[in-house]
């Protein structure tokens, strides 16, 4: 029967919950808000288990604070251009506009399923004009204060997407969505001046204190601010070049100086630009990306240059000045100097090129003769082989004193550098918001006027293989404007622009004036509860930062600096892999058990390898499709199981195991409930206990603190405890108006976790309030036991556990009927008694 079955009941309320608006939120100033928000996704075709898990935690919570009375805003947008659309769209001879609108289209079904409480009226998808209109204002708003700008500079080349990366998105030397090897190339490329915040990005880390400290260090070590100096070198060289200046954290080891590194595109290599053998050197540079990680792995190779270099604090000491692959025009002032004792990268250039190795730094100050051989030290120690900064200790004392002198003598000045480097965000892709920007005949850069926004990008019926197809569309191209003729920007912005401001667009979604309005903005923001992988602690978390204070900067109306007040990042869904003979990669639906040993579906003669248990990747088939998954065992099955075991931060392990126990545990509180109501039936006129009164309020205060400490795991034992309770309890016998009564107080405090299985018990004990969240009787959190500590003569002899509040001889009978205590009372004539209530009793013997 369907009564039996909650797996039927539960699709009667997935279906109300797809067709009705339940979760629409309104901006309510005589309530207090709370802004919950998950990271949006992309509209890759379905949703998996990392998706589920990041949607129910935040729902969790969601329902939890609106059963607490706060207005709670959780929408859902769809991350939608990029370049996974376009790669499809060429691959399927498709338009990617069709590829994601049926994406999203499918996806929302998917999560609708889940019964989350979605405002789905606030949805919105990045890839539409009515959204990125307001983008290209903002770029337009950021060009006048000077914080865009277009610069020719060396770039990180994807040349199997054929676009630029940035920094962020090279991982291992790689592009991170094609896997090809980055290359260095040279284009004019726009750029957010996010450098311009490096000092207050790095501060306000400080102010958020409901962040993960992991994640505060990523950036922190991201921005990487360094104190040292700007040392001046004189050259001696028949050209006219007198000076260079470099930047170093350790002008301290100068008296190791070796050589003089200076990047390609440094003013000096004008002087050079004729010279052929320096120019296969620059080709060969391209051949890494521009990303440290790049750099570091790439060989060191180097052009030298006539050049002679000094150094400052020897004039007896002459190195030679080299062009190096592994200097970069953007940090610092393009020019390093090399100490190969104390620097692995210079150590490797110095013997590659048969360089002077002088070690001025040891480990202890007693080694005389500690020297460099195949590895750099660089770990603390003493200056030695120094001259006046022989004895300091490194580094505290020695770059103070290296930095003093520079100083004094003229020969430097106190620098701060930051790691961070400006954002480049042009790319050579069709699928992206168009740049709001036309170019004259000279090639001078002008605003798109206002009143022509959106630039919309033209519909293309079919992409070439390779290359960015705007720059093939002539009629849309080219562009009259007060009888002048002017080109369209080709490139699109990265989309990491999209996703850097889509928060504030949840707040005014329908505002067609501006991207937000001010008043909505003045309730909603900022983010109370943010939630997302912590892969993107760097790329995405950063780059919003960076947007708000853009925003901010010379501009009264808006007075948000941190997008995000709370952060947390929840861990990975993980499941074994699998791979055939071929080492093809398998999914768990190829795969069986037979006799404890893992084989081919189709094949059970054919073993299967499996490998380590991974986060779930469609490039590693180690994926299950959660729709199946809902279909088979029920949306709070899946919540319950995506919840339990490992806490939220992190990972979980995906067993068939776990989500059939999930589903028979349902079951099991269903049945309950059912029992549930038979007692209620019954109609008893008295209570036979306070036991259920007492559990009620301390399971209240248990789900309370768990839900807003996110020890979700924890809260999900609780509920097992519930039910392990309850089913004993009920059989001691309560009236109907006692079991109503703590029943539906029970059923709300789990309706965040399994919001069908609660909606349709309460309805049944035909509840027809909104329901809230409730409150607990302190009276009923007392502990009502006592542990007594039973001394002889003042000597501890053991704990006695019993009621609280004892009289002395209710106390003393409890005692003697202990065996271990009677024995001992019996054989001894007690002289005295001593009773501290309900902590001692101390017999004097």
Known sequence: MDRYNFKIVEKKWQKFWEENKTFVTKTD???????????????????????VRNYTIGDVLARFKSLQGFNVLHPMGWDSFGMPAENAARQNNLDPKTWTEENIKTMKAQLKKLGLSIDWSREISTCTPEYYKHQQKFFLELFDKGLVYRKEQYVNWDPVDETVLANEQVIDGKGWRSG????????????????????????????????????????????GKSFGCEIKFKIESSKNIDEIKCFSTRPDTLFGLSFLALSIDHP????????????????????????????????????KTDLIATNPLD???????????????????GAVFGCPGHDQRDLDFARKYNLNVKTVVKPNIEDKDFKIENEAYTGPGYIFN???????????????????????????????????????????????????????????????PEEMLPVQLPPIKKLEATGNPLDKEKSWKEIT??????????????????????????????????????????????????????????LHLLYSRFFMQALNFQNNNFSITEPFEGLFTQGMVCHETYKDENNNWLSPDEVKSVNGKKVLTTDESKVVFVGPSESMSKSKKNTIDPEKIIENYGADAVRLFILSDSPPEKDVQWSEQGITSSSKFIQKIWKLNLEIHEQIQSNLKNDYSEELEKFTNKFIKKMTDDLENFHYN??????????????????????????????????????????????????????????????????????????????????????????????EADLF??????????????SENIKKKIYVKNKIMNFIL
């Not at 991207?515 to 760097?538: C, N, R």
């Not at 005692?815 to 019996?826: E, G, H, Q, R, S």
Request: charged share 30%; with cysteine.
């Open 386 to 448: 120094s001259s006046f900064l022989d004895g300091l200790r490194v580094p505290d004392e020695s770059v103070t004193e290296a930095i003093k002198f520079l100083e004094k003598n003229n020969l430097g000045e106190k620098k701060i550098n930051f790691r961070l480097k400006d954002w480049g965000i042009s790319r050579q892709r069709y699928w992206g918001c168009p740049i709001p920007i036309i170019y004259d005949e000279k090639n001078n850069p002008k605003k798109v």
């Open 268 to 303: 000096v290599a004008k002087f050079y630009e004729n010279d052929d053998e320096f120019i296969k050197f620059k080709k060969k540079c391209t051949a890494t990306g521009t990303t440290e990680e790049s750099i570091a792995n790439a060989e060191k190779i180097g052009f």
């Open 813 to 826: 009978k409890e005692i003697k009927m202990d065996t271990k205590f009677a024995k001992i009372l019996n």
């Open 714 to 807: 924890v809260l999900i034992a609780s509920i097992h405890q519930m039910h392990s309770f309850l089913s004993k309890e009920i059989k001691k016998g309560y009236t109907k108006e006692t079991l109503i009564k703590n029943f539906t107080k029970v059923l709300i405090s789990i309706n965040p976790v399994l919001p069908h299985f609660s909606n349709e018990c309460l309805k049944m004990l035909g509840n027809k309030e909104e329901i809230k969240w409730p409150a607990y009787e302190k009276k009923y959190l007392e502990n009502d036991m006592a542990t007594i500590v039973i001394q002889i003569n003042g000597k501890k002899k053991g704990l006695l556990k019993t009621k609280k509040d004892l009289e």
């Open 315 to 333: 004039e007896e000491m002459k190195v030679p000045v080299y062009f190096a692959n592994f200097v970069l025009m953007d940090y610092g002032l």
């Open 29 to 51: 100033k005589n309530k207090k808000k709370f802004y919950c928000l998950e990271m949006f996704p992309y509209p890759s075709g379905k949703i998996h288990m990392g998706h």
């Open 180 to 223: 090809a090897k980055v290359e260095r190339k040279k284009l004019n490329q726009w750029f957010f001046n996010i450098k311009k915040f490096s000092e207050s990005l790095l501060k306000n880390l400080d102010k958020l204190k409901k962040w993960p400290n992991k994640v505060k260090v990523m950036q922190k070590n991201w921005i």
């Open 481 to 538: 404007l007060d009888n002048k003729k002017y080109y369209r920007e080709t490139d699109t912005l990265d989309t990491f622009v999209d996703s850097s401001w889509y928060f504030l667009r949840f707040c005014s979604p329908r505002n067609q004036n501006y991207g937000f309005s001010k008043e909505d903005l003045d309730y909603w923001m900022p983010v109370d509860q943010y939630i997302g992988g912590v892969e993107h602690a760097i």
